[in-house]
């Protein structure tokens, strides 16, 4: 069993037809026919049903499909790893981000190193901060950045400053006094939209201040929440840099005042496993910006404390 027998077990899984998948492969359909042959014969069960315009997977052709995904994305993995060796200024970085990433990166930094290198390639896989941690522990990202909270074991990690939860309220429901923040004691009994992995801390800080939690929409996607908000569904809880990413019109957005109830970006990566120059430099760049980040911020509240001194003293 060969890479390129995988290649060719894979894409006739995939189109559910062998004259589809020859076309795809850019082969003639006789020599698809021929490899699919010899891997049956070679392993000794039949993996492909095969119709008059039909090819379906048996239960063995399941179990091999599984398993051959996987091994050509470890190959593929090990293939960038090689092709990158280097300065950290070519070849293709393999990064897992998450949805909540679009306000913060790509970063500034990030921005110039694609602009002065153009033959380096960056390959984003996305998905949540769970399944960007699969794809880390699995190999196939070389990093991921995704948002606190989630297990630290495995990994080694740079956080960026720490950011607000932003509340979204929609037409319709009031709440709050205050014209710019909002505070759990106001939003106790108010239907919200959150996000999963937010959950528990949140039901964990409304009980602490014995206050009645209401989670009336839970979504996998920070996106998700924020547009089923928008909609009507209920007072929408997401990272305070996200809202630059998504449209929120009709919405009154307040900084949600609990100092428990914060979040960070992420960079993240293997611990003890080989890291290609040019994750390595991603990684020092995401530091970097993150620092001036950090510095921007607190001379901008230096600046606001300056401006209006009697708000600082309380």
Not at 40 to 66: D, N
Not at 85 to 109: E, N, R, Y
Not at 172 to 195: A, H
Request: charged share 25%; glycine share 8%.
């Amino acid at each position: 069993m060969n890479l390129r027998q995988l290649e060719y077990f894979m894409a006739i899984a995939e189109e559910h037809q062998i004259t589809a998948a020859a076309r795809r492969l850019h082969i003639t359909q006789p020599p698809l026919s021929y490899e699919l042959s010899s891997l049956e014969r070679e392993l000794g069960v039949k993996l492909i049903e095969r119709g008059p315009r039909s090819a379906e997977l048996t239960e063995a052709g399941q179990l091999l499909y599984a398993r051959a995904e996987r091994i050509l994305s470890l190959t593929s993995a090990a293939t960038r790893e090689v092709k990158s060796f280097g300065q950290g200024t070519s070849g293709t970085l393999s990064v897992g981000i998450i949805s909540s990433s679009g306000g913060f990166m790509p970063t500034p930094s990030m921005q110039r190193l694609c602009r002065n290198y153009p033959q380096l390639r960056l390959e984003l896989h996305e998905g949540n901060t769970y399944e960007v941690l699969d794809m880390l522990k699995r190999g196939e990202v070389d990093v991921g950045v995704v948002r606190t909270p989630f297990p630290l074991d495995g990994l080694n990690v740079t956080y960026a400053s720490t950011e607000r939860m932003l509340a979204l309220i929609p037409k319709g429901i009031r709440c709050g006094k205050s014209p710019d923040t909002i505070t759990l004691e106001e939003l106790s009994g108010q239907p919200l939209v959150i996000y999963r992995r937010f959950e528990h801390l949140l039901e964990d800080l409304f009980n602490e201040r014995q206050l009645t939690f209401f989670p009336a929409c839970v979504a996998d996607d920070a996106r998700t929440a924020c547009v089923w908000s928008t909609r009507g569904m209920g007072i929408g809880l997401v990272p305070e840099s996200f809202l630059a990413t998504m449209k929120h019109g009709g919405t009154t957005n307040k900084i949600v005042d609990c100092p428990e109830l914060v979040t960070q970006m992420t960079a993240v990566w293997r611990k003890g496993s080989y890291l290609p120059p040019l994750a390595e430099r991603f990684i020092k760049m995401f530091e970097n910006d993150c620092a001036e980040e950090a510095k921007a911020k607190e001379a901008q509240k230096a600046q606001e404390e300056a401006e209006d001194p009697e708000d600082a003293s309380e």
